[in-house]
């Protein structure tokens, strides 16, 4: 009975647009749980993960008497048709693949909610539990358990059919399905992810400070520690180094789902109107994409750090009135950054005249430094 139920299932999930589905056990992901102990011990984790380890690696705890994990994969785009060109003067920001289109956790929900009422229907004593990205389980264990793909070297699940361009999601359940067999890794002795990591956060193969990764530090709220800083290049969101520089993911590039589509104006946006940009604003131009779930100010921070790689003279009049009139000493600070690293004669003197009236310590020290470059110059 359940053999065939599966085979039915794997049948509709194609009906609805799922590119990939697979079966696991529910174990517990014992492997995992050790890897998890030690990235906590070297204070590699991110923060944004569930703390307890326990409910991570331990299916039994989020289901009573959990039998299998359905896991599913959607593939997203990589290549951005009609990609508007930045140039002096108008200096564009990127966000990362991953947040093109609609946010993929509502994309993801939606298709594990069909499949919950499919199963429903046909097991009325269904009992499940549906997760996407922000859930107790890591969407790649079971991934990789149920043979989406294989764990990559960037940490990373790669499928054969669209490389490693595919968000995942899951959904325990107390069904006896078969599992199926996990993929072997194919990453060989290839290290080009860990040797192309901007700032070195990939340790080693599989293993990722996530403290040192661009991925996390675009979505932090404080200020950006000044080593990131230069390596931060035009991104306001996200990372995609390891990816495309994957010999895994060369020519993958599905456009299957219309609501993953990405509007080129909003996925590489003009850098100086964003920084003017009202919460509301910000809200209606980027509140559908995953890359604003931490609001605007981080990717403020990160547009006027951008603006800082270009040195866009153009742009110093709005990083001045940043550092006089905005609120938040994170966008004072490091506009005062921006200026120093754009330069000149303006800029040496709207950073004495704020640092005359500053009473915020963090920024003051951030406008000190600025003005340690000048002191350079001569």
């Not at 998890?36 to 380890?53: D, H, P, R, W, Y």
């Not at 403020?300 to 790689?309: E, G, T």
């Not at 938040?328 to 040496?348: K, L, S």
Request: net charge neutral; glycine share 8%.
């Amino acid at each position: 009975m359940f053999r065939q139920l599966k085979q039915e299932l794997i049948d509709y999930s194609k009906e609805i647009g799922i590119d990939k589905i697979g079966f696991a056990a529910a174990d517990p992901f014992l492997e995992l749980k050790q890897k998890l102990i030690n990235q906590q011990k070297l204070g590699f984790a991110s923060g944004f993960e569930e703390k307890n380890i326990e409910k991570r690696t331990n299916p039994a705890l989020l289901l009573d008497e959990p039998r299998s994990i359905i896991a599913i994969a959607l593939a997203y785009p990589s290549k951005l048709e009609g990609a508007p060109k930045g140039k002096k003067g108008e200096r564009r920001g990127l966000f990362c693949r991953a947040s093109w289109g609609e946010d993929y956790h509502i994309v993801l929900r939606r298709k594990l909610a069909l499949l919950e009422q499919f199963l429903q229907e046909k097991l009325p004593d269904l009992q499940c539990k549906s997760m996407v990205d922000t859930g107790e389980l890591s969407d790649r264990a079971v991934a990789e358990r149920a043979g989406i793909g294989w764990s990559a070297k960037n940490c990373a699940i790669i499928t054969p059919e669209f490389g490693s361009y595919v968000y995942l999601g899951e959904m325990l359940t107390n069904i006896p399905f078969e599992p199926d067999t996990p993929l072997e890794s194919q990453c060989g002795t290839c290290t080009k992810c860990i040797d192309a990591c901007p700032t070195g956060a990939l340790v080693q193969g599989g293993q990722l400070n996530s403290q040192r990764c661009i991925a996390y530090l675009t979505q932090t709220k404080d200020f950006l520690p000044e080593e990131f800083r230069k390596h931060l290049g035009n991104r306001l969101y996200g990372c995609d180094t390891c990816q495309t520089v994957c010999p895994a993911n060369k020519g993958k590039h599905a456009m299957l789902h219309e609501e993953m589509t990405p509007e080129p104006e909003n996925v590489k946006p003009l850098l100086e109107p964003l920084l003017s940009l009202s919460n509301k604003e910000f809200k209606e131009r980027f509140g559908k994409m995953s890359g604003s779930w931490r609001g605007k100010k981080p990717i403020q921070r990160n547009a006027v750090i951008a603006l800082a790689h270009f040195k866009e003279e153009s742009s110093l009049p709005a990083l001045i009135n940043l550092l006089h009139q905005d609120p938040r000493p994170v966008i004072r600070g490091t506009a005062a950054y921006a200026i120093g690293q754009i330069g000149g004669m303006e800029a040496e003197q709207q950073l004495n005249l704020a640092l005359s009236g500053e009473k915020e310590k963090s920024v003051i020290i951030e406008i000190e430094k600025a003005l340690q470059l000048f002191d350079s110059v001569l």
